[in-house]
């Protein structure tokens, strides 16, 4: 099933935007991703990223994942990328369907985004147990690809791999 993302429109991509412009577009996972966390069984899972622009210093994106074998919608992330301008410093703003919202910061270098929690916030109601630190690393392989790992510390602990997947570009840049 194809995905439109609802933020594309046909507009220039802000020059700001020009060191990232290699993420633009939508991207599938290849094959199956690989999730743990402490409080749930190790897990399978796919997923379909869109990020899109319409002009201004500002990539919209959309994360959607679902089971991998019974197909059932999981994890969703929406929000804002940003780079600060003359820099390699570059912001996520995220809102998870989990009740999180989270800004993580990090540098560029190259085709390698890496990322790390600068704040968190949850609804009052979040189960627990509560991540305290998140860091993310996007990286554009030779081959094409587009690796993601992601990694979560709870109340101080020590980080772990969270999530780990690859992808497809499935679109053109948008």
Request: glycine letters at 6%; proline letters at 7%; charged letters at 20%.
């Amino acid at each position: 099933m194809t995905h439109k993302c609802p933020f594309h429109q046909s507009a220039e991509i802000n020059q700001a935007l020009l060191p990232l412009e290699w993420l633009l577009g939508v991207w599938e996972s290849d094959e199956p991703g690989e999730g743990s966390f402490s409080s749930i069984p190790p897990f399978r899972y796919n997923e379909t990223l869109h990020f899109s622009h319409v002009g201004q210093p500002v990539i919209n994106f959309m994360f959607n994942a679902s089971h991998a074998e019974n197909k059932k919608p999981m994890h969703r992330e929406c929000g804002f990328i940003r780079m600060q301008p003359g820099t390699n410093r570059v912001a996520f703003i995220i809102a998870q369907n989990s009740g999180l919202v989270e800004v993580e910061e990090g540098e560029l270098s190259g085709q390698c985004l890496t990322l790390s929690t600068l704040a968190l916030a949850r609804t009052s109601f979040a189960k627990e147990p509560h991540v305290d630190q998140i860091s993310r690393v996007f990286q554009m392989r030779p081959d094409g690809k587009l690796e993601q790992t992601v990694s979560m510390a709870m109340k101080g602990g020590p980080m772990m791999q969270h999530l780990h997947i690859t992808y497809c570009r499935s679109t053109d840049p948008l």
